[in-house]
């Protein structure tokens, strides 16, 4: 394409060094809808006839039916899908060569990414839907379940499932924001930036904007060619995606161990073992656990090739869609097999609720009834640490305790008041405040979560 400057060829080691076809031609069908669009506005501002514009189109239309029925050989010699697609054109139509008119590859590039990626973020926003319908159903389904909830990986709490559930749902709600954004930021058109600072002739960057479905053209050539700040707003929303479903996925890996196992997993999404007949491992989980590190990965990737980048293009940029893809490959294939992994998680209630009875996790409701009764709080924890130092001393659990007992540490309780809030489902049930773990208050979450999900865009 750049002949008529060179007495020679580009070596071939030089092409293959160079060649970005390996990453961009998968955005071949986006790279023909940004030239049809460009060809469209030539002939509107009359730099193109309409006979010329014609048959630019049908080339192109061409292409890209040999493309789709894989007729299409490119070729590394021509470095990239552009170039591959604009020569394939030229063999088809001569007048192909007019189709490059006001237009630079870096502006082309720019362009071609911003509507690859809207297509792929488009999709992993109907998945992530997909995950937050999931979400809240399990809340729905283990609503008045019981489990131990943790700090310091130590029994805490009492809290119902649902509520840990929800916990999920505020966070991928937010991850879902955040790809809005991300969806947002692309939405400006660069192409008619050229290669940084626009053209001499008098192209019309509205016309390409809108037939391509952006908001308006961008507003500044340089900043146009050189920036990947919507590639960035992507990997930001994929990283802390990324890092929801390790932590999640680690929760269950735990929770289904034998130390645990009150989560059970759905065969179908175990793998077994070679050697050892008895197991049933969680791989699909460490899997999704173990992708987060490339997805953050990617993101540093992106983020070091841009540090201290002279303005405007440069061709360190072309390395940007490879880690754009392999994020977003891995984004995609772990929602996929995460929504309907979870449809089907279990939850032994039995054992979660005979977990509970080692953890003297009761103790938060001992102290706040004695508040009821007008201890400070302060004391009220003092006098619930002793009593606790004692029952485990002595090996007995609060309700083993007897009137006496009791009466030796706390006399200003009555026995049978404090025994009948001292129940796991008590506990749960008495923490009705708005965001805790309270049934009602769960119920309320997630008929809200679905009004939210539904009236989100
Ligand atoms: N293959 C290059 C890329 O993907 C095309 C842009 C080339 N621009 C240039 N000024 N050499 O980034």
Known sequence: ????????????????????????????????????????MLGKTGILKPDEVNKIEAGLKQV??????????????????????????????PLGAKLHTARSRNDQVATTTRLYLR??????KELLKILLETILDNAEKHKFVIIPGYTHLQQAQP??????????????????????????????CPLGAGALAGSTLPVDRFSTAESLGFNSPTRNSLDSVAQRDY????????????????????????????????VILPDEFCTGSSMMPQKKNPDVLELARGKTGS?????????????????????????????????????????????????????????????????????????EFLVLHGVPFREAHLKTGKLTGWCIENNLRFNDLTPEQLKNFMPELNYDELM??????????????????????????????????????
């Open 420 to 457: 009948k809030i001292l129940t796991p489902y008590e506990s749960v049930n008495r923490r009705n405040i708005y965001g805790a773990t309270g049934f009602e208050q769960v119920a309320l979450q997630i008929e809200q979560g679905r009004t939210r999900l539904k009236t989100l865009e």
């Open 231 to 262: 590639m960035l707003d992507y990997h930001f929303f994929a990283c802390e995606f990324a890092l929801h479903v390790s932590r999640l996925c680690n929760d269950l890996i735990i929770w289904n161990s034998q130390e645990f196992g009150w």
């Open 295 to 367: 997805v953050i990965a990617q993101m540093m990737d992106l983020i070091i090739n841009l540090k201290a980048l002279p303005m405007t293009y440069n061709r360190d940029l072309q390395e940007d869609k490879r880690c754009l893809w392999q994020s977003i490959d891995t984004v995609e294939s772990v929602i996929k097999i995460l929504s309907p992994l979870l449809s089907k998680v279990e939850i032994d209630e039995k054992l979660a609720l005979a977990t509970l009875e080692k953890g003297y996790s009761l103790a938060t409701d001992i102290a």
């Open 119 to 124: 297509e792929r973020e488009l999709d992993i």
């Open 1 to 40: 394409m750049w002949h008529g400057r060179f007495k020679h060829d580009t070596a071939k080691i030089v092409q293959d060094f160079t060649q970005s076809l390996d990453i961009d031609f998968r955005m071949a069908e986006c790279d023909i809808k940004g030239s049809l669009a460009h060809v469209k």
């Open 64 to 93: 890209l039916d040999e493309i789709k029925t894989g007729k299409f050989t490119p070729s590394v010699s021509l470095e990239d899908v552009h170039m591959n697609i604009e020569s394939r054109l030229t063999e088809i139509e």
């Open 159 to 188: 809290i119902s499932a649902g509520h840990y559930w929800l916990s999920w749902f505020e966070a991928f709600l937010r991850d879902y924001k955040k790809l809005n954004y991300a969806l947002e930021s692309l939405n400006e």
